[in-house]
């Protein structure tokens, strides 16, 4: 049984026009799913600024071996404090790309991609079959000031759809909707923990008069 809303074979030259002409309907369950990949589990921010990559990967729970991504839109959150600066940058297969950059919050406002679709005899560009990246945040950390022992971000709604497929043996296309889509999150651990250096030095000094 399928999850996701199909829509008719209407090709379209930017979102903004996707938006408008695709069909609607709704979905239940999930079966789309935009993950979030980190390129480090933890980050030492005791001696300056560290910068670190997030991918956006789009996927589903049940791909076929020749679905395909055709566009999309989401935004991203974070945990705030810390963060200096917030840049995308798509992946070569995308052609339509649109942003709105760092709002100065430590969030990233609407990103918006695509390839276009010419209908008769068009294949999808190489780089986008399901599972595939979207593209990257690159997000720049200050030294020291992370709120707690970790920092966390996620993606949210942004648009209308936030992944839309395309089955190239059928030559069926569908797009997601807010029930069928899992938007997802990483988190990262900040290392020594804000604080931590000190409760070092307070057992140091603790085990130190224990001796005399």
Do not use: K
Not at 11 to 40: D, H, P
Not at 51 to 56: E, N, P, Q, Y
Not at 98 to 121: I, K, L, P, R
Not at 173 to 183: A, D, I, K, R
């Amino acid at each position: 049984m399928e999850h996701r809303v199909v829509q008719t074979r209407i090709w379209t030259a930017s979102i903004a026009s996707a938006m408008i002409l695709g069909s609607g309907g709704s979905a239940i369950g999930q079966e789309y799913l935009l993950r979030l990949e980190s390129s480090v589990a933890a980050v030492d921010l005791s001696s300056g600024q560290r910068t670190i990559t997030i991918d956006v990967i789009g996927d589903m729970l049940h791909p076929s071996d020749h679905e395909y991504m055709l566009w999309g839109s989401f935004a991203l959150e974070s945990s705030g404090a810390g963060v200096a600066d917030i840049h995308w940058e798509h992946a070569a297969w995308s052609e339509y790309n649109h942003n709105s950059g760092y709002t100065n919050d430590g969030n990233f406002g609407m990103v918006e991609f695509g390839q276009w679709d010419y209908a008769e005899g068009w294949t999808p560009n190489a780089g986008s079959e399901i599972g595939s990246r979207i593209g990257s945040f690159t997000i720049t950390l200050e030294q020291g000031v992370v709120d707690g022992n970790q920092f966390s971000v996620r993606l949210v709604h942004a648009g209308r759809y936030a992944l839309s497929t395309i089955d190239i043996d059928s030559g069926q296309s569908y797009y997601s909707t807010p029930e069928s889509l899992l938007l997802g999150n990483a988190t990262i651990q900040i290392v020594p923990a804000p604080g931590s250096a000190m409760c070092l030095m307070g057992l140091g000094a603790w085990g130190l008069v224990r001796r005399r």
